[in-house]
């Protein structure tokens, strides 16, 4: 009976094994995000073994319950020592992968989770010791990873692992004579204590800067310090001056944090990204600015730069990806706090997107109403970054990642005050609390140029952002999802040395949102909720370093005019070339019907060109002809208008050249009209029209046209199908007017014979 039991209870658990995804894929509990070291078959020996740091690795089934409520442990431990990686790091291996079945075997794991530390330089086949602690506290598991640490004899000390012994007397006054740092922090405290430790390893990786702990019982230390209280932390420089650090609490979130922000103190993985100065492009002065202020110009090069350069990136914008730009223009338009003509021009490009529905739409087109290339007063989005805030120590430091994560936070402070507004009101307003986080996950899905940030950001989201319910968590769930984000990339090559990658908001900045409980850091988010709200406001925006709209409006006029001039010149270099050629055409000695040939083959090409859209050459220094005014170009009148338009580039340039001769540099010049046949030289026309046998019939046309043109002369340039609309519109005016006067008429004589009748 028990051993049918028994199969019954293997049975179910072969069944279990097989339904659990992984199990069967190997899927893990873990990712590269989470700060530990993926280890499988293939990389375990290479990684491990001869290492100049200490591991602690877990070996884990991802099927396993107790392995998926340890995991959160296991991570938020990895995120809590990162800093630590050159003396000790964390990894794990899923034992559930088939793939790594038998390495778990030759690790002699038979139970879930197994932890095993391996020292510094362990060689080839060494199994790991046991790591074991019954209380599964993250500060209970530092605490073990410190006395660990200590047990490394001489031999297999990491080497970027500084002393963790008390310092004496006699090394603290002959500290700056063996080591060239600038200053060095000393922690007091008791025996049992272990803040100055942590802190120590928190500062491992970063340059200038030594940590020692010294003991309360070191009395002459104490002395020459004046040390009052434990714990606390004494800053000693080398000339044997020192002052003391002081924090809200005694604890290592504050002294670290205090510490790091120090002049001169670096994280060192920034050695790897130094270069070589002849090579850097010159960088403004730096200078201090609030970091407890929102910089507007922070938020409109954060504006420019998402819907101009990265909508930019694509050519067509329709389906996911158009949507994703409506939605992302509505809310702006709706919660950023902007100047009066950008949020205008917000508010053009919402209706103009909003008009054009679904259907495919060009960038150029969509540039065009951001640009606000109508001409509508007052909206205008300013052009190019001005970094204030997110300004980095070097030009790929911060800047539009920094700018863009200021402008998410703001807009989601905004809809939760615009939802608050409204309540106190009594207005009731369909508002949804995932609106602004829905909008800028599909932001950054589509539009965000870096792949990787947009995956994790997706990834983030997929996983907890369906259980935002209200405005205030929306805000929180930002707020910590970019504290995931420092957290990830801290230490990376792209991390600013000025800027590190700290929690956010800091202790300096809102001493209030932080705690400690039991040696373990705790967010206080009643705190950070009340922070986010004053710092995302905008009574708390700096309009410093921004151009008034008049300064702005005349760069966009100078920008506009020069890229008219650059349109403008290849055109204009094609006509001058044709016109070359055609003088060297007619001087020939030909043969009339040839000649007369050959130019209405002249007249083709240029009316071809000028309805395909270049210059007028009416218009010199780069003004454009009104746009959709068509040049209508008739056949048999087209020599003539080309001989005055000949007359008029020669006069164009016998005026260009006095203005270059007398160094003016004023406003653009306007030329005559082209029907303007009194400016030209009547008889100048007609020897050329003479000279190039074209005969009386074209001084003829000559006059015909002038009779035709002459709603040109008025500069109104109106075509048959307007005078004809013109013609229909006022004939149905006047049959208006005749149905009116004949109804007047008729109900006048109609009153008149009732009162007759009425007296009979």
Not at 546 to 565: F, P, Y
Request: with cysteine.
């Amino acid at each position: 009976m028990a051993q049918r039991w028994d199969a019954v209870f293997v049975s179910l658990a072969a069944i279990s094994l097989l339904g659990t995804p992984g199990a069967v894929s190997g899927a893990g509990l873990y990712s590269q995000s989470d700060q530990v070291t993926l280890l499988d078959t293939d990389n375990f020996d290479e990684m491990l073994y001869n290492c100049s740091n200490a591991w602690l690795v877990e070996f884990y089934a991802s099927w396993c319950g107790y392995c998926i409520d340890f995991a959160p442990v296991w991570k938020s431990l990895a995120r809590d020592i990162k800093e630590w990686k050159t003396a000790v790091s964390l990894a794990v291996v899923n034992c559930a992968n088939l793939k790594n079945a038998k390495l778990c075997q030759r690790f002699e794991v038979t139970t879930y989770p197994t932890i095993k530390s391996f020292k510094a330089f362990s060689k080839p086949f060494f199994k790991g010791e046991p790591f074991v602690d019954s209380d599964t506290t993250i500060s209970a598991l530092r605490h073990d990873i410190i006395r660990y640490l200590e047990q490394h004899g001489e031999n297999v000390w990491p080497p970027a692992c500084p002393p963790l012994e008390p310092a004496s007397m006699a090394e603290v006054q002959n500290f700056f004579a063996d080591n060239n740092v600038q200053y060095l922090a000393l922690i007091f405290e008791d025996e049992n204590s272990y803040l100055g430790r942590e802190v120590t390893l928190d500062m491992l990786q970063y340059e200038n800067i030594a940590v020692r702990r010294v003991l309360s019982s070191e009395e002459n230390l104490m002395m020459m310090l004046n040390v009052q209280e434990v714990p606390s932390c004494y800053l000693y420089f080398a000339n044997n001056t020192h002052r003391k650090v002081t924090v809200k609490m005694p604890t290592r979130t504050f002294y670290t944090y205090y510490l790091r922000r120090l002049p001169g103190v670096t994280r060192n993985a920034y050695k790897l990204t130094t270069q070589d100065s002849t090579h850097m492009t010159t960088v403004r002065p730096w200078s201090d600015l609030d970091s407890c202020k929102v910089y507007m110009a922070d938020l409109e090069s954060a504006l420019y730069y998402s819907l101009k350069v990265e909508v930019g990136m694509h050519k067509e914008l329709s389906g996911n990806t158009l949507a994703a730009l409506k939605h992302f223009i509505a809310v702006l338009t709706k919660f950023f706090p902007g100047r009066p003509f950008v949020m205008k021009m917000l508010q053009i490009t919402e209706a103009w997107l909003a008009k054009v529905g679904m259907a495919q739409i060009s960038y150029n087109a969509y540039l065009d109403v951001l640009s606000n290339k109508q001409g509508r007063i007052g909206a205008l989005l300013p052009d190019g970054v001005n970094w204030v805030g997110c300004r980095g120590s070097r030009p790929q430091f911060r800047g539009y990642p920094c700018s863009l994560w200021t402008l998410f936070h703001l807009l989601t402070v905004q809809a939760a005050k615009y939802n608050e507004s409204m309540k106190r009101m009594g207005k009731t307003v369909q508002t949804d609390p995932l609106e602004v986080l829905y909008t800028l996950r599909q932001y950054v899905k589509y539009f965000f140029g870096c792949r990787e940030c947009a995956t994790h950001f997706e990834a983030m989201a997929e996983d907890s952002m369906d259980q935002v319910d209200s405005f205030d968590d929306a805000i929180l769930w930002l707020w910590s999802r970019h504290n995931r984000v420092n957290n990830r990339l801290a230490g990376a090559l792209s991390e600013d040395p000025k800027f590190p990658k700290l929690q956010w908001p800091p202790p300096d900045m809102c001493a209030e949102c932080h705690s400690e409980v039991k040696g373990e850091h705790v967010w206080i988010t009643d705190e950070i909720l009340k922070f986010l709200k004053v710092h995302y406001s905008p009574e708390n925006i700096d309009y410093s370093y921004l151009e008034g709209e008049q300064e702005l409006l005349k760069k966009q006029k100078a920008r506009e005019e020069t890229q008219q001039d650059q349109e403008k010149d290849s055109p204009k270099e094609e006509e001058k070339v044709e016109g070359e050629e055609e003088d060297e055409e007619e001087e020939r000695n030909e043969e009339p019907t040839t000649r007369n040939s050959k130019q209405r083959e002249i007249s083709k090409t240029i009316t071809g060109i000028r309805r395909d859209g270049s210059q007028k050459r009416t218009f010199i220094m780069g003004k454009h002809s009104p746009r959709g005014e068509e040049d209508i170009v008739d056949l048999d009148s087209f020599v003539n208008e080309q001989y005055k338009s000949q007359a008029l580039e020669d006069r164009a340039e016998n005026k260009r050249a006095n203005l270059m001769n007398e160094g003016v540099h004023g406003p653009q010049l306007h030329l005559q009209s082209i029907d303007d046949v009194e400016s030209l030289g009547y008889a100048v026309l007609q020897s050329k029209l003479q000279k190039r046998g074209i005969g009386s019939r074209y001084l003829g046309a000559q006059a015909k046209a002038k009779k035709q043109n002459w709603l040109g002369l008025k500069g109104m340039s109106l075509s048959h199908t307007d005078i004809s609309l013109c013609m229909l519109l006022y004939i149905l005016t006047s049959l208006c007017l005749l149905s009116m006067y004949l109804y007047f008429r008729m109900r006048f004589r109609w009153r008149k014979w009732r009162n007759h009748f009425a007296s009979a």
